[in-house]
Structure formats: C-alpha cells, structure tokens
C-alpha cells in the first residue's frame, strides 16, 4: 500500500497550458510539501501545508497554486505553463511541522515536460 | 537563509569498503537533520533524523552524526554493498528542510 502516492507519473505537454498533479498520503500525517527538483537534482520547497492551512510559500511564480481539501490530500494546479517549469515535482508527508517536524515521507515524483 | 553543501559529489568504491558522506550547513539554528537515498528515477527515502539534542543516531549499518556547533553532520555506511548505490542526501530544518545537492555513490562489485 504506496504511503503517498502522486498522479501522474509524467506529463508532456505545450507551454500555454494548464495542468494539474495530484497527491495523496494514507500515513495520517498533518503536514504536506511539494517538492521541485531541477535537471541538476537540487530539491527546493515550494509550499507547504499543515491541517489544510498553508504554512510555507516560497518564492514561487503564483502561476503554482496549491490545494488542500483535506489533510490526506495537497494538489498542485499550474497555469501557463513555460519551458522553465520542466522538472520533477515531489510530493512529501510529515507528522508535525518546524521544531516538531518528523521524518518525510516522499511520493515517487511527476516528471512535468513542457514543449 | 540556510545552505547546505555536500562533499563530494560523487563518489566511487569497492564493495566491503566504509562511506563517509559528509554534510554542512550555514545556519547552526537547526531542529533536527535527515538523511535521504534517493535511487534514479525515484523519489526520497528517509534514512535517518537527528534530532538537534543528539549527536548520533544509528540504523543497522548506517550511523549519522551531529555537530551542530560546527554545522557539519557525517552519514556512515559501513561494508558497503552494491546495492548502497544511490545519491544521498541530507536536509537541514530550521523550520524548513533546506537540501543539499548529494552525494552520488557507486560501489563495485
């Protein structure tokens, strides 16, 4: 049973467009993260989110909005997409966030291709 | 703002031999540190944390120390196998995980 699990694996698509990754964890944590790792494998947080609410948002393009409708799930909607959003995006878990943050737990990635 | 730097790169060595995966980071204010495997096309697999109060934690053959005085932690593996090969990689919290770029290792068989 995938503890979490992102949908889908890979996208190819045109810049211009819009597209969505979707994530989920069954491990009951309240904490969610979104990953970008870059052609250079460098991971850098996007956002994050506890109990629904969110509590990182780095410095990223508002083109990325993110979406919580429960704790178990955190979505990733990109809009426009540009040739500089190829990447791999991760999905994380953790119980607890900041001092008390626990281990994470990654998804397997969505390899975002942009033409 | 947190930097983390991994030392080297990469890395090759024959199986049986010990690692030492080295980590340092700018900002000593830290909660607690993680270590990762990452096998390509993969995502991130937790290998240890450390808590900022300790100064090692084991897990079978790995051992991760902490000097956050220093800023510096070490991930050792001992006897190798080939089956270690991977890129790993350590995250600083200071609210947020900052990662380094990895290690990349080969070990031969």
């Known amino acids: 049973d995938t503890a979490v699990s992102q949908t889908p694996k890979y996208l190819v698509t045109q810049m211009g467009n819009d597209k969505s990754i979707k994530c989920e964890q069954n491990?009951?944590?309240?904490?969610m993260y979104w990953y970008k790792q870059d052609s250079k494998k460098f991971l850098k947080i996007m956002f994050s989110?506890?109990?629904?609410?969110?509590?990182i948002n780095e410095t990223v393009p508002n083109r990325f909005s993110p979406k919580s409708p429960d704790k178990a799930h955190l979505n990733l909607h990109i809009n426009s997409l540009e040739l500089g959003d190829s990447a791999v995006y991760f999905c994380?878990?953790?119980?607890?966030?900041?001092?008390?943050?626990?281990?994470?737990?990654f998804g397997e990635g969505s390899r975002l291709t942009v033409l | 703002k947190q930097e983390v730097t991994q030392i080297p790169a990469a890395l090759s060595v024959p199986e049986g031999e010990n690692l030492v995966l080295n980590c340092s980071f700018t900002?000593?204010?830290?909660?607690?540190l993680q270590w990762f495997r990452q096998d390509p096309g993969k995502g991130l697999t937790s290998l240890l944390l450390?808590?900022?109060?300790?100064r090692e934690q084991t897990s079978g053959r790995l051992n991760a120390s902490l000097d956050k005085s220093s800023g510096r932690s070490t991930l050792y593996i001992a006897a190798s196998q080939p089956g270690d090969s991977a890129t790993y990689l350590c995250?600083?919290?200071?609210?947020?995980?900052?990662f380094g770029a990895g290690t990349t290792v080969t070990v031969r068989a």
């Open positions: 994380a878990s953790s119980q607890g966030q900041g001092s008390s943050t626990g281990e994470l737990f």
């Open positions: 491990l009951g944590h309240d904490t």
């Open positions: 989110y506890n109990n629904k609410e969110l509590i």
């Open positions: 900002d000593s204010a830290i909660y607690n």
């Open positions: 450390i808590q900022s109060s300790q």
């Open positions: 995250a600083a919290n200071d609210y947020k995980l900052s």
